[in-house]
């Protein structure tokens, strides 16, 4: 195994060719548990060997999961809190609509009957 510094210094040589920001993009690589090393052939090639740990891709995975269930489970409360209200809004509407066509109808009728008969039984 190199030594930190030129580990570190075939890192970026490493990610340089791959087409990665040395730095910035080593140290994000890193902090997500990747391992980047350079495999060095008999013939003196090299080749950079960049892995992103399984453990770091199911976590990344896990969290877009749940991410997308949490809007999800939001979305649906709210369409079925407002499909409850409007309905319940309605339902009032439709009541009380009702209660005053009964109403005026009552009061229609016995205001005809009182013009047309002299008493009503009571």
């Given amino acids: 195994m190199w030594p930190k510094a030129t580990h570190a210094r075939t890192s970026n040589y490493c990610l340089k ?3 990665f920001d040395t730095d910035r993009d080593r140290s994000l690589l890193e902090s997500q548990g990747a391992s980047i090393s350079s495999s060095f052939s008999e013939m003196g090639s090299s080749k ?3 892995v992103v740990g399984a453990a770091a891709q199911a ?3 896990v969290v877009v999961v ?3 269930v949490v809007i999800v489970v939001v979305v649906v409360v ?3 809190v407002v499909v409850v209200v409007v309905v319940v809004v309605v339902v009032l509407v439709v009541v009380v ?3 005053v066509a009964v109403a005026v109808v009552v009061v229609v009728v016995i ?3 009182k013009q047309h008969c002299c008493t009503l039984p009571t």
């Fill in 17 to 19: 060719e791959e087409g």
């Fill in 78 to 80: 709210v369409v079925v």
């Fill in 48 to 50: 950079c060997v960049v």
């Fill in 111 to 113: 205001t005809g009957l």
């Fill in 97 to 99: 609509a009702v209660v």
């Fill in 66 to 68: 749940v991410v997308v």
């Fill in 59 to 61: 976590a990344t995975v």
